[in-house]
């Protein structure tokens, strides 16, 4: 017959995995950002200023995308 899990054992081991998923994201982020960074070096945004950058990010991300492309589209 199988032993019942021990609920303090499956709660420690629920921890640590979160720990270790917590660790994944911060890496990735990291990653993520190296990225990000190249592609703004890339397209010359190198020169704006990171509060400037952060503010237009931020509306961007409230607008939604297509309608920030949208309305920065030439016309």
Not at 3 to 32: G, I, Y
Not at 43 to 54: F, N, T, V, W
Request: charged share 35%.
């Amino acid at each position: 017959m199988p032993r019942k899990s021990n609920p303090v054992d499956a709660l420690k081991k629920l921890r640590e995995q979160r720990d270790e998923l917590a660790a994944k994201e911060a890496k990735l982020r990291d990653e993520a950002a190296i990225v990000l960074g190249h592609i703004l070096i890339e397209c010359g945004a190198e020169s704006i200023e990171p509060a400037q950058l952060r503010q237009i990010v931020r509306g961007a991300m409230a607008l939604g995308i297509e309608e920030t492309l949208k309305r920065i589209a030439p016309a």
